[in-house]
């Protein structure tokens, strides 16, 4: 009888651990993945990514319809009207679609689905649905959920105050909506809101939004998204939340302190970030720390310091992304087989699908100064033909480049395709470029991404159409 029952046991099937699990069965390893929700595919296909971009899509839309933007095209419409319940059943579809496919892969590459909360006995045993399994090696791929504020009450089922999850299902678009935190979330989700009829009002701790990006592209997008009807209150801290009703008042106050000021809304959401699930699964069992910031600790081949117990995506330190969980998830099946299984943690692309898109990689303006001298291009957007063509010119793209080598160091876009876009520069990046490779790379015209080879003839000051 073999030692253990299986070779690889994922816990969380989040696209960390669904594909960790997926690599390792077809690599020859005998497979099981434990994942407590009802359906497969974590946070990003049930409550994250798709079913936010399913629903700043539909409502693109129905904004480009309902505010005459297409009559200046020549399109003319009659009366434009929206079907709630028609936009979320798109939504629900494409998120059955796509966890149901997770299932039809996991039977496909035989990665059995154990079905419960997996709670750690030991080093190479946890508990699941009232059965304890045996796995050589264990990976711990929980992802993480959402950070709560401190003294206010959530209630996605049908309540005024939601987090993201309530957020993608509103059942009916409120007048006012105030989000809390100017990040990925509250920008991505206030759109949806905000195209569909919402007064959107964002209330940020910090002097600027989006943290972690570049300088010029907080601000730029400040501007935009001010122009689209935000009501963008920076450096402003919430001080509480009440709600009588169908209504809730949010008080505010500078961070810095000072005259407090009280905002109604019909719908307030939660967006301040989110934490690694940990809770309940037993680490102290196997006698795995948590950092200070209650993340799981790895080395670089994903190997926690319990050997045989391994950790990936948003449990583990870096930026909570979908993409950046994906590779981990490779990676690490991958080294539990015996090969060599690399992130490059210094090129992970971010995107925030707003309109216009906002697309990064690589360091920052302000971190690539710290560390030395750079050069940087700008390009922007109202100088490329196609984004002038379609009359859609805000936004610009941005290169830096090491002053010495010229090594590309970081790509900045704001653009109505940025987070298509950025995949160049991210290829570019792992093969070590220039930007003079990127400026002497031939690229199709009229498109968008003429301007990065623009913004990289910039980096030596010569830009063509500017
Ligand atoms: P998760 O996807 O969180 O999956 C972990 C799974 O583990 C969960 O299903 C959970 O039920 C399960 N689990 C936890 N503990 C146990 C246990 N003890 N036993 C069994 N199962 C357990 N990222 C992007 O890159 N692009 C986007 O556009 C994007 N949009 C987002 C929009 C929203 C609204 C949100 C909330 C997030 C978004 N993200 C996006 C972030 C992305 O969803 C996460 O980075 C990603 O899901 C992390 O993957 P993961 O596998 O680490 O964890
Ligand atoms: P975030 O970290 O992007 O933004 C949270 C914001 O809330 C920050 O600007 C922070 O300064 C602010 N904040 C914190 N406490 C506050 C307070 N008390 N009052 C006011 N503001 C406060 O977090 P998020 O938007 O909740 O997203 C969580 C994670 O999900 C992110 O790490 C992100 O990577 C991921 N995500 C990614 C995408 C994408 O890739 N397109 C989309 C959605 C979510």
Same mark, same amino acid.
């Given at each position: ?324 969980? =994906?590779?981990? *998830? @490779?990676?690490?099946? +991958?080294?539990? !087989?015996?090969?060599? /299984?690399? &992130?490059?943690?210094?090129?992970? $692309? ?6 216009? =898109?906002?697309? *990064? @990689?690589?360091?920052? +303006?302000?971190? !690539?100064?710290?560390? /030395?001298? &750079?050069?940087?291009?700008?390009? $922007? ?86």
């Amino acid at each position: 009888m073999a030692e253990f029952d299986y070779d690889v046991l994922v816990i969380g099937a989040g696209p960390g651990g669904y594909v960790a699990a997926i690599r390792a069965a077809q690599l020859g390893l005998k497979t099981a993945c434990a994942e407590s929700r009802a359906t497969l595919g974590g946070t990003c296909l049930n409550v994250g990514c798709i079913p936010s971009k399913t629903l700043l899509n539909a409502s693109g839309l129905y904004h480009e319809a309902a505010s005459g933007a297409l009559a200046k095209h020549g399109v003319k419409l009659g009366s434009v009207e929206l079907d709630l319940p028609a936009l979320m059943a798109d939504k629900n579809d494409a998120v059955k679609g796509l966890t149901g496919g997770i299932e039809y892969l996991f039977k496909k590459n035989k990665v059995d689905w154990l079905k419960g909360l997996a709670t750690f006995t030991g080093a190479h045993t946890v508990e699941v649905g009232g059965k304890s399994v045996t796995a050589k090696n264990i990976v711990i791929a929980t992802g993480s959920s959402v950070t709560p504020l401190p003294g206010v009450t959530v209630d996605n089922d049908g309540g005024v105050v939601v987090d993201s999850t309530g957020a993608l299902a509103l059942p009916a678009v409120p007048k006012n909506l105030v989000v809390i935190g100017g990040g990925v979330i509250g920008l991505e989700l206030g759109s949806v809101w905000g195209r569909l009829g919402a007064k959107v009002t964002v209330v940020e701790f910090l002097d600027q939004i989006l943290p972690g990006m570049d300088g010029d592209v907080r601000a730029e997008a400040a501007k935009i998204f001010k122009k689209q009807g935000f009501d963008i209150k920076t450096s402003t801290k919430v001080t509480g939340v009440s709600v009588k009703g169908k209504t809730a008042s949010v008080t505010v106050e500078p961070a810095a302190g000072g005259e407090a000021q009280t905002l109604e809304a019909d719908a307030v959401l939660v967006a301040i970030g989110r934490r690694p699930n940990t809770e309940g699964l037993g680490l102290d069992a196997i006698g795995l720390a948590l950092n200070a910031r209650g993340q799981i600790e790895t080395d670089h081949d994903f190997a926690t310091s319990v050997p045989g117990v391994w950790a990936i995506g948003d449990v583990i330190p870096g930026p909570m992304l979908a993409h950046k969980a =994906e590779d981990e *998830g @490779v990676a690490v099946a +991958e080294n539990i !087989a015996g090969l060599t /299984g690399i &992130v490059n943690h210094d090129v992970i $692309p971010s995107v925030v699908y707003t309109h216009p =898109e906002i697309a *990064g @990689v690589g360091l920052t +303006e302000e971190a !690539a100064k710290a560390r /030395g001298a &750079v050069k940087v291009g700008k390009f $922007p957007m109202m100088a490329n033909s196609r984004a002038k063509a379609i009359s859609d010119t805000d936004g610009f793209v941005k290169i830096i480049a090491d002053a010495e080598t010229d090594k590309v160091l970081g790509v900045w876009i704001i653009g109505a395709p940025a987070g298509t876009m950025i995949a160049q520069a991210a290829q570019a990046m792992e093969f070590g470029a220039s930007s003079e490779d990127i400026a002497y790379t031939c690229h199709a015209h009229p498109t968008h991404s003429e301007a990065i080879k623009e913004a990289a003839m910039a980096v030596r000051g010569k830009p063509i159409h500017m």
